[in-house]
């Protein structure tokens, strides 16, 4: 069955960068993007961006551009997410779900990384 | 694109049907999924593209809608329902979700 294992808990700084992993397993990694969530008290569930594990193209919402990375090695079945200059408000439980279906519904997802962001 | 769910909680109790709606800024055709989430997991998918459940998903979940409206209805609600449920759209990129309804016990 499709399983998506994603990275553990993280604290950092205000300032620092953040690494969030995504290990998908049970289906062929490159035949579906990766998409990365957000969930936050306070803005609710926010799509961050999507990596086509195939060609490594991936899109950004807006909001985060510049300060995401999508990548992914496929050796590995795992995709990453970098969020850079963290700010107090970037705290939230990070997501990563499979796209599925020609309108990429999000079919599967990780169970999700705390990550804590605290002077 | 915009999206918004009402009402953003209802109390519900074990065999009420109960219905909830999302609404989109523009015509966003039928590319709107319905979610569950309980505290402490990740959403589930229940309904896809408007109106398909997904598999494993009991039957008296189910979606309609077009265009601007949309609509979650439960029949015969089940203890395991309480939770907070979620519409989001893929229509273009940016992807984006509505701010929830909560289902709690009436």
């Known amino acids: 069955q499709v399983q998506l294992k994603q990275s553990r808990t993280e604290l950092k700084a205000p300032g620092a960068s953040v690494t969030v992993s995504c290990q998908a397993s049970g289906y062929r990694f490159t035949s579906v993007d990766i998409n990365w969530v957000r969930q936050t008290t306070g803005q609710g569930l926010e799509w961050m961006g999507s990596?086509?594990?195939?060609?490594?193209?991936?899109v950004t919402a807006q909001i985060f551009e510049g300060r995401v990375t999508m990548t992914r090695d496929t050796a590995t079945s795992t995709a990453y997410m970098e969020l850079t200059s963290l700010k107090l408000d970037d705290t939230a439980v990070y997501f990563c779900?499979?796209?599925?279906?020609?309108?990429?519904?999000?079919?599967?997802w990780g169970q999700g990384t705390q990550v804590t962001v605290s002077s | 694109i915009q999206l918004t769910q009402s009402p953003s909680s209802l109390s519900a109790s074990v065999g009420d049907s109960i219905t909830i709606t999302c609404r989109s800024s523009?015509?966003?055709?039928?590319?709107v999924h319905w979610f569950q989430q309980k505290p402490g997991k990740a959403p589930q998918l229940l309904i896809h593209d408007t109106s398909s459940l997904q598999s494993g998903v009991p039957s008296r979940f189910s979606g309609g809608g077009y265009g601007t409206e949309f609509t979650l209805t439960i029949v015969n609600f089940q203890p395991d329902d309480f939770a907070t449920y979620f519409c989001?759209?893929?229509?273009?990129?940016?992807?984006?979700f509505g701010p929830g309804t909560t289902v709690d016990v009436k």
């Open positions: 523009q015509n966003i055709a039928t590319y």
């Open positions: 990596v086509t594990p195939i060609t490594g193209n991936t």
């Open positions: 989001q759209h893929s229509y273009e990129t940016p992807f984006s």
């Open positions: 779900a499979t796209c599925s279906g020609g309108s990429c519904y999000l079919g599967h």
